[in-house]
Each structure stands twice: as C-alpha cells, then as structure tokens.
C-alpha cells in the first residue's frame, strides 16, 4: 500500500495577497492541505501561535507602489524586518518550513540572460530589501527548520495587477502595436500555485527560480489578447529603431519590449509544475474577464 501524504498545516502571512489567495484557492479541494490566515499589518502576529503549523508561507510584502526617497524606510520594515521576525518565531516555536517569496529584482538588471552565474547586484529598496531577508533565512536554516526562497519572474493572471492587464489594455485601444521578437520571462499564477505546493509537499529547500516553460513576446502576447477578445490587431515593425532605442532610456517601456529571462536550466526542479501552453493561459484569463 502506498504512504498516505501527510496533511499540511499552512499559515499565509497575508490576508489580502494575490499569491496568497490564490494558492489557497488551487488547494481548496485537497484534503492533503489546511490554509489559514494572519495579517502582518499589525503586531497582532506576534502573539499567535505558530507551533501547530507545519508550514509558513510568506507573502505579505509591499511591491506596487512608486518607490521614493521618502517611502524606502517602509520596503525594509515590511520586507525584512517583518520577514526576519517571523522567521525566528517559525524556528523557535517548532515550524518545519519556511517559505518566501522573494523576486528576481534581486539581481538589479533590466535585460540579458540570468543564469547560475549572475551575481546579485538589486538596485531598488524592494530588490535590497528582500535580498537582505533572503540572506537572514539562509543563516537560520537547520535540519529541522528548512527553508525555500522563490525568485519569480513578473506573475500575471485573473486579477492580478502588474503589466500584463495595462498590456492587454493598451493592445486593444491602439490601432496599430509593435512587432517586436524580444523574450521574457514570466509565471501564470496557477503554475506558480503549483510550484508553492510542490515545494511544500516535497520539503524542498534552497533557491527556486520559478518560470513558465515558455520565454513570452510582447507581439504574441499582444496578439493573443485580441484574438481572444474576438477583436483585430495590425502590427508594424516601423516603430522598432525607436522602441529600442527608449528601452534603453525608459525602464517602463523596456519592461514591455525588452529581453529579461531566467535560464531554463534555473527552473528545471525535477516535478512538473507548467500545466497550461502560455496561450492556454492567456484564454483562460481573456475568457473570464
């Protein structure tokens, strides 16, 4: 008779997390996982106890605001001071896994290829922030408090704030988009959902490099928004010479049609956790908007 997979207790630092509630809803329907929920937004975690967990997920975080010199203070508060005193807590009250979501801002490039090699090098308070809580897991880990830090690249999906729904907002009111063959990086939150609970269900430690199995182009995605939305798209390649001239001035215009990839030896973990093609993916969330 196979082992029955022991039921996971799981405590999300986060109540209103994309990522956080989003893995809550991809195991709902699994008896094998028991989610629950506390606020960092207070200092009413600190009393709780976190003994009867097998497993914290940390997601709380602050990552969509404009970065200023005022606001700086607040990403090292939130996303290392909060993430090292939960981490001691995990450890000193018996929790068996830690797990964190950090970003692959940590590396503080805008374009190019990041592999093994690549050393980290953030240059923003959120990518210095959650370097310097990665760094604070990594010495407090033992046989008996293991701990997993993912680096995804840009997460999109139903809902979810970020480029991907200014892009498919943009290729649907202009008349005419560019066609440019550059190559990203990203993660659809459900393989991302599957990831987490693969990490969690395997134990698994160390640094994770989570991507979908395909590199995204800009165009395609463009083009796959409108033709889900029963819509038409011209593109053109007269805008290029000046598209890649501003990618290398205009970080936001370089977010779009700029090249930034994680190697795919980086996110070869041994399960799979790429259920859907990309195009699958955009029709799932083009087709419930």
Same mark, same amino acid.
Not at 82 to 87: F, H, K, S, Y
Not at 180 to 202: A, C, G, P, T, V
């Given at each position: ?16 997390? +994309?990522? @956080? ?33 097998? &497993?914290?997920?940390?997601?709380? @975080? ?5 970065? $200023? ?13 909060? $993430? ?14 830690? &797990? ?6 940590? +590396? ?19 990518? !210095? ?16 408090? !293991? ?11 139903? #809902?979810?704030?970020?480029? +991907? ?34 990490? %969690? ?16 182009? $800009? ?11 029963? !819509? ?7 805008? #290029?010479?000046? %598209? ?28 799979? +956790? ?16």
């Amino acid at each position: 008779m196979a082992d029955q997979i022991k039921k996971k207790k799981i405590l999300i630092t986060a109540q209103n997390s +994309y990522i @956080g509630n989003s893995f809550a809803d991809w195991v709902k329907n699994d008896d094998n996982y028991s989610i629950h929920f506390i606020t960092c937004r207070n200092d009413e975690w600190k009393n709780a106890a976190f003994a009867e967990f097998d &497993v914290i997920l940390h997601v709380a @975080g602050i990552a969509h605001i404009k970065e $200023t010199k005022h606001n700086s203070a607040l990403y090292y508060k939130i996303n290392r001071d909060i $993430t090292v005193e939960l981490a001691n807590k995990a450890k000193a009250e018996g929790v068996k896994q830690f &797990v964190f979501l950090s970003s692959m801002s940590v +590396y503080g490039i805008d374009s190019g290829v990041i592999d093994r090699d690549t050393p980290v090098n953030p240059k923003s308070s959120y990518g !210095k922030s959650k370097l310097q809580a990665e760094s604070f897991i990594k010495k407090i880990e033992s046989k008996n408090f !293991k701990t997993a830090i993912l680096r995804p690249p840009m997460v999109y999906g139903i #809902n979810c704030k970020g480029n +991907y729904s200014r892009l498919a907002n943009l290729a649907q009111n202009i008349p005419l988009f560019p066609c440019i063959k550059n190559k990203r990086s990203m993660i659809y939150i459900d393989h991302l959902s599957e990831f987490i609970k693969q990490i %969690i269900q395997s134990e698994g430690s160390g640094v994770f490099y989570p991507q979908n199995s395909e590199y995204v182009c $800009t165009s395609e995605l463009a083009a796959l928004v409108c033709k889900f939305k029963n !819509k038409k798209l011209f593109q053109t390649r007269i805008f #290029n010479p000046l %598209i890649l001239i501003l990618t290398k001035k205009i970080n936001a215009i370089n977010k779009l049609f700029g090249n930034l990839m994680y190697s795919t030896s980086l996110s070869n973990i041994g399960f799979k +956790y790429n259920l859907f093609t990309f195009e699958e993916t955009v029709e799932q969330i083009e087709r419930k908007k």
